[in-house]
């Protein structure tokens, strides 16, 4: 994980940035030297921010590898009040004043470009989801925050020429083709795009016929104890294979994710039987 964090913005983020800068300025992107050197990539650069959507973030980690970029640019939250805001601005408005020698209209000291940072994503419906006509999860926090008027946030941002990406350090193919599909119903007009690090395939899913005693061992110390209000916002037929039925065997270093198999990660306090690898849960059981 730590080896992602620090792949996302070298391989990832400039990549995106490039190829912005290069369509702008209408140089080809494969003269990456040509393209970073220029005025406009520096000002692009500046004017992108970098959100954490989680504690999976890392966010300490991607300041520490990345020391060209501002500490003023980087958050560890998506949710930010006014008064960060206004100093976001006033910083960041210092800064292009040195980029260009000269003061900037009003229209320039704000962001284009948001990236916003998690560490993994199975099924994507904690990011992003419908409940009836209204928008839920992490990526609706944010747009209320800063693409809505009324958002303590909105003024911070160039609204004519924002654009979202959502950088996951891990997720499975099906959570990338879901939020890359209902992600710009969200954003409407502002061009939103996902990019992951690893990409876990779809094929990683336990399967019903490979799998068959592994499965049937979970259905059988199945606890209906963790089928919680938050549980049931996913596929829950078949709750034994995880949240939202995405039955993956994955195990990451600071947490278990609830998509994977119950029986891995179970915890001991609250559950008749303990996981391998003990889930700390942020929900209320």
Same mark, same amino acid.
């Given at each position: 994980?730590?080896? @992602?964090?620090? +792949?996302?913005?070298?391989?990832?983020?400039?990549?995106?940035?490039?190829?912005?800068?290069?369509?702008?300025?209408?140089?080809?992107?494969?003269?990456?030297?040509?393209?970073?050197?220029?005025?406009?990539?520096?000002?692009?650069?500046?004017?992108?921010?970098?959100?954490?959507?989680?504690?999976?973030?890392?966010?300490?980690?991607?300041?520490?590898?990345?020391?060209?970029?501002?500490?003023?640019?980087?958050?560890?939250?998506?949710?930010?009040?006014?008064?960060?805001?206004?100093? +976001?601005?006033?910083?960041?408005?210092?800064?292009?004043?040195?980029?260009?020698?000269?003061?900037?209209?009003?229209?320039?000291?704000? @962001?284009?470009?948001?990236?916003?940072?998690?560490?993994?994503?199975?099924?994507?419906?904690?990011?992003?989801?419908?409940?009836?006509?209204?928008?839920?999860?992490?990526?609706?926090?944010?747009?209320?925050?800063?693409?809505? !008027?009324?958002?303590?946030?909105?003024?911070?941002?160039?609204?004519? +020429?924002?654009?979202?990406?959502?950088?996951?350090?891990?997720?499975?193919?099906?959570? @990338?083709?879901?939020?890359?599909?209902?992600?710009?119903?969200? @954003?409407?007009?502002?061009?939103?795009?996902?990019?992951?690090?690893?990409?876990?395939?779809?094929?990683?899913?336990?399967?019903?016929?490979?799998?068959?005693?592994?499965?049937? +061992?979970?259905?059988?110390?199945?606890?209906?104890?963790?089928?919680?209000?938050?549980?049931?916002?996913?596929?829950?037929?078949?709750?034994?294979?995880?949240?939202?039925?995405?039955?993956?065997?994955?195990?990451?270093?600071? !947490?278990?994710?609830? !998509?994977?198999?119950?029986?891995?990660?179970?915890?001991?306090?609250?559950?008749?039987?303990?996981?391998?690898?003990?889930?700390? !849960?942020?929900?209320?059981?």
């Amino acid at each position: 994980m730590e080896h @992602f964090v620090t +792949m996302a913005y070298p391989d990832y983020i400039t990549q995106v940035l490039i190829e912005r800068v290069s369509r702008d300025i209408q140089i080809p992107k494969w003269r990456v030297a040509k393209v970073v050197k220029s005025k406009e990539f520096k000002i692009s650069l500046r004017q992108s921010i970098f959100l954490g959507l989680s504690d999976g973030a890392h966010i300490g980690l991607f300041r520490r590898s990345n020391p060209t970029l501002s500490h003023e640019q980087i958050l560890r939250t998506h949710e930010i009040n006014k008064d960060r805001a206004k100093r +976001m601005s006033d910083e960041l408005r210092s800064d292009l004043t040195k980029i260009l020698r000269h003061q900037p209209d009003e229209k320039t000291p704000k @962001f284009r470009n948001v990236f916003l940072l998690d560490d993994f994503s199975a099924s994507g419906i904690s990011y992003l989801r419908k409940e009836g006509p209204v928008f839920k999860g992490k990526l609706a926090n944010f747009y209320n925050v800063a693409c809505k !008027n009324s958002g303590d946030a909105y003024h911070l941002f160039d609204h004519s +020429m924002l654009s979202v990406c959502l950088v996951l350090y891990a997720a499975t193919g099906e959570s @990338f083709q879901y939020l890359s599909r209902l992600g710009p119903c969200l @954003f409407g007009d502002v061009p939103f795009e996902v990019k992951v690090v690893c990409l876990l395939p779809n094929s990683i899913k336990l399967d019903a016929k490979k799998d068959e005693k592994f499965i049937k +061992m979970s259905r059988k110390y199945f606890d209906n104890s963790i089928l919680t209000e938050s549980y049931r916002k996913g596929k829950h037929a078949k709750p034994h294979m995880g949240f939202n039925e995405c039955g993956l065997p994955l195990i990451l270093s600071h !947490n278990t994710p609830n !998509n994977s198999i119950p029986l891995l990660w179970f915890e001991p306090q609250i559950r008749k039987h303990r996981g391998l690898f003990p889930r700390v !849960n942020r929900h209320s059981v």
